[in-house]
C-alpha cells in the first residue's frame, strides 16, 4: 500500500542522512587529525630552528672569544719582543760606548760565576762531564720560586767559528730538556753582530752577555705565567 511505501522511503531517507552524517563526521575528523598533524610538525620544525639557532650563536660567541684570547697572547708575545728588541738594542749602543772595558770584565768571569752572581734566585750548575756542548744549566725561578724554564750555556773564546757548535748545543738541549740554548762566544756566524737566532739556538757576543740573558730569562718567566694562565681559564671554562 501507499502508507507502506511511504514509511519505507522515510526509512531509506533517514538512513541515507545517518550514512552522509557519518560520513560527514568522519571527513571531520581527518581533516582534524591531519591539522594537528601539520602543527606538531610545524612545532618541531620550529623547536629544531630554535636549538640550531642557539647552538649557532654559542659556537660564535666561542670562536670570537677564542679569537680574542689568541689576539691578547700574541700581542703580549709581540709586546715581550720588542722590549727585548729594544734593551738589547739599548744595550749594544753601550757596548759601543765601553766595549774594551766590558769585554775585559766578562772575559775574566767565569760565565757559572756570572749567573749565580746576576741571577741570585736561580739554580746554576755545571752540565755534566763528557757532554760535548753545554757548559752551564740556568733553572729560572720567578719571585714565588715557581720554575719558569731552563737555559742552557755555552761559552767560547776563539777566533773562528765553528759550523758544528750549533748542532752540539742543540743535542745537550735536547738531552737536559732545556727550553732555550744559548752560545756566548768572541766570534759570531756570518750575519750576526751582537745577538740573535742561528740555527735553533741564541749567539750572542760576551759584550751583550747581560742584556740577553736577563731579557731572554724575563721572556721564559712571562710566557710561563700565560701559559699558566691560560691554562687555568681553560680549566675554567
Not at 708575545?77 to 744595550?91: A, T
Not at 759550523?163 to 756570518?190: F, N, T, Y
Request: hydrophobic share 35%; net charge negative.
Amino acid at each position: 500500500s501507499s502508507g507502506e511505501l511511504k514509511l519505507l522511503q522515510a526509512e531509506l531517507d533517514k538512513q541515507k542522512n545517518e550514512a552522509q552524517k557519518a560520513k560527514d563526521n568522519e571527513l571531520a575528523l581527518i581533516k582534524r587529525s591531519n591539522e594537528l598533524e601539520e602543527k606538531e610538525k610545524n612545532m618541531e620544525l620550529e623547536t629544531a630552528r630554535q636549538i640550531q639557532e642557539e647552538r649557532k650563536k654559542i659556537q660564535d660567541q666561542t670562536a670570537e672569544m677564542l679569537m680574542k684570547e689568541h689576539q691578547m697572547r700574541d700581542a703580549e708575545k709581540n709586546k715581550q719582543m720588542d722590549d727585548m728588541r729594544k734593551k738589547i738594542e739599548e744595550l749594544q749602543q753601550k757596548a759601543n760606548l765601553t766595549s774594551q772595558q766590558l769585554q775585559g770584565e766578562v772575559q775574566e768571569l767565569e760565565l757559572e760565576e756570572f749567573l749565580k752572581k746576576e741571577f741570585p734566585t736561580d739554580e746554576i750548575k755545571p752540565v755534566g762531564k763528557g757532554v760535548r756542548g753545554g757548559d752551564v744549566l740556568q733553572v729560572i725561578h720567578d719571585q714565588f720560586g715557581r720554575v719558569c724554564g731552563t737555559i742552557i750555556w755555552e761559552s767560547k773564546r776563539t777566533k773562528s767559528w765553528a759550523g758544528d757548535w750549533s748542532d752540539k748545543l742543540k743535542e745537550d738541549m735536547r738531552s737536559s730538556k732545556a727550553d732555550v740554548a744559548i752560545l756566548v762566544s768572541s766570534v759570531l756566524p756570518q750575519g750576526i753582530k751582537f745577538f740573535g737566532p742561528y740555527e735553533g739556538i741564541f749567539v750572542t757576543t760576551w759584550d751583550c752577555l747581560l742584556g740577553v740573558s736577563a731579557q731572554i730569562r724575563l721572556a721564559l718567566i712571562k710566557e710561563n705565567q700565560i701559559k699558566s694562565s691560560v691554562v687555568g681559564k681553560n680549566e675554567k671554562m
